[in-house]
């Protein structure tokens, strides 16, 4: 089986280059917690004061990326036009590069539910830009709903803090967030009400105010040979490097 999107190879710098552009403007103008990394999660954390207070809604966007439709990325698009110049050969190149062809010996395949060629596909050059700029999105309108401050969203994982929270208000903010995602044409999985929650590879606890790492279950690490033909020094440094990244992702020494 074989994936060709049209015109890839040659405008995959160009593409990325526009999305990022679009991109890095909104989350400056608008200021919403699109996290990129853990350490950015850890420091949102560190700034909810009152953290007994609050309570944790964890939610997973299903099928992230083969969910976003063309009228999904439109809106996402003309958000974006709110806050940054967007060309109509910008938009053309971005709507292009999400024809997407699959073939099993030699036979073209149709995504299921669809009779054109749009697709964001896993993999594709610019695929985790175009899941950025629909985030972007998605963060500005559960801005609008509660606020952007004690909200964010890394790639298809969202994490938010609500205040003097109890059951029944959690959960009805449970049905609003659900319903705002169906209108979006997006599933969501949710837990709400939580204090302690575990999220990338760190577990966040509102009771203690404490964040330390996580790892999955059954998910044990594996770590190259010391005798193995990687280059010395990047041998010589994998006990500096793990430690540091135990140590950034910790409260403290314990």
Known sequence: MQAHQP???RNRSHQQGILDRINNAIRIATNVNQWRNTSSVIEWFKNIQDK???????????????????????????????HTHISNQDVQ???????SLLFDNGTPWMKKGHNDLFDVTMGSYDGAEVCELVGLYILNTLAREYGKEYIGLYRDDGL???KNTNGSKADRIRKHMISLFKELGLNITIDCNLKITNFLDVTFNLNTGKHYPYRKPNDHPVYIHRNSN????????LPA????RISAISHDEE
């Open 241 to 244: 490097s793990i430690s540091r």
């Open 93 to 99: 190149i971005i709507m292009h590069s999400r024809k």
């Open 7 to 9: 015109g890839k190879e």
């Open 52 to 82: 007994e207070k609050y309570t944790f809604i964890s939610f997973d966007i299903v099928e992230f990326y083969p969910s976003i439709t063309r009228s999904l990325l439109e809106k996402a698009l003309t958000m974006a036009k709110d």
């Open 160 to 162: 938010a803090a609500f």
């Open 230 to 237: 990687h280059p010395p020094n990047i041998i010589r440094s």
